[in-house]
């Protein structure tokens, strides 16, 4: 490169500005974590209702033993959000004001719940639209797309707390078949593709209250709340059967080659047994090694 292009500025256009800007669409009001274990989640509030408190079943679950079990709730009216107390033991504070009353929210208010400070931001605030951004950054895997392994267990751990009286958790945990070959044959750029591929097939036969992270490499797993295990062996075949069916196009020396990927999958489910979640975990991991042992391309558990 000569000195002139090395110093030239290049001009941006109102196409590169726009990528700049937040969007008032999918910019939700929302709440971030100041203080206690979870400082920096961010809550966004999506439902015209919201409940809080360290119960499990409650809508915003901040497990913090200073909070209530049902401890504030926040309703949204037009383009107020408005928070009020439960009857919480603590209390409910915005701006270190004791709430007496439902009290509408101003961009920038800080709520406080037991010893747990949450800042609010409205959906125009640009800091929420950072935050964002960078919450993406930091939970999603970059070959891929998806969930990383980081986010999977920060969300397993929720969903293992909301389902201890109902057990109705269930995970998927899979790996594709001979994946070191697809490297050493054609290439990691080649083994690239065939990750983003495959996780491209999957996506469709999911809903949004399922979880699909990458877990590390060729290994794969996504979280089913409300889930049975038969209703999880139907979604794992669906999902066995459609990668193996599919093609994948690939390169090699300049030719373009077709390449059918497959995977093995185990299934657990929550049980009374299980002392924490990393107990589903390794049940979902014993039967995905009982699939690769008794042939591959299978559907275990």
């Known amino acids: ?27 939700p009001p929302s709440f971030i974590q100041y203080t206690g274990e979870k400082a920096g989640q961010r809550y966004p509030l999506l439902q015209m209702t ?4 360290r119960g499990a079943q409650m809508d915003l679950c901040i497990p913090e033993a200073s909070i209530s079990r049902h401890h504030a709730d926040v309703k949204l009216e037009g383009a107020q959000v408005i928070v009020s107390d439960a009857g919480s033991a603590n209390g409910t ?35 929420g639209w950072v935050h964002d951004k960078m919450h993406k950054l930091s939970t999603l895997d ?17 969903e293992w707390r909301k389902a201890k009286s109902t057990l109705d958790l269930t ?35 999911l809903s949004q209250t399922q979880l699909f992270c990458r877990f ?40 373009a080659i077709l390449h059918r990927q497959t995977l093995s999958m185990g299934i657990a489910q929550m049980t009374a047994q299980m002392t924490s979640p990393r107990g589903l975990l390794e ?16 559907v275990e558990g």
Do not use: W
Not at 50 to 53: D, F, M, N, W, Y
Not at 93 to 112: C, H, I, K
Not at 142 to 158: H, M, S
Not at 286 to 298: D, E, F, I, S, V
């Open 1 to 27: 490169m000569n000195r002139d292009a090395e110093e030239k500025t290049v001009i941006a256009t109102n196409k590169d500005r726009s990528s700049l800007q937040p969007s008032r669409e999918g910019n």
């Open 50 to 53: 919201l409940t809080i408190g």
């Open 93 to 127: 504070y915005v701006n270190e004001v004791l709430l007496s009353a439902p009290t509408p929210l101003q961009d920038g208010d800080m709520v406080r719940i037991g010893t747990v400070v949450l800042k609010y931001i409205s959906k125009d605030n640009l800091d």
């Open 142 to 158: 970059g070959g891929t797309g998806i969930y990383n392994k980081q986010y999977l267990l920060e969300a397993l751990d929720a």
């Open 171 to 205: 995970l998927l945990y899979y790996d594709l078949d001979h994946f070191k070959k697809v490297n050493d044959t054609y290439g990691h750029n080649c083994g690239d593709i065939v990750l983003r591929e495959t996780v491209n097939f999957i996506r469709p036969l």
């Open 216 to 255: 590390g490499g060729e290994e794969f797993v996504i979280l089913l709340p409300h889930t049975s295990v038969e209703e999880a062996r139907q979604l794992g075949e669906r999902i066995r059967s459609t990668v193996a069916s599919s093609d994948i196009t690939l390169e090699k020396d300049g030719a």
């Open 283 to 298: 049940a979902a991991d014993q039967k995905l090694y009982t699939a690769k042992q008794t042939g591959r391309n299978r």
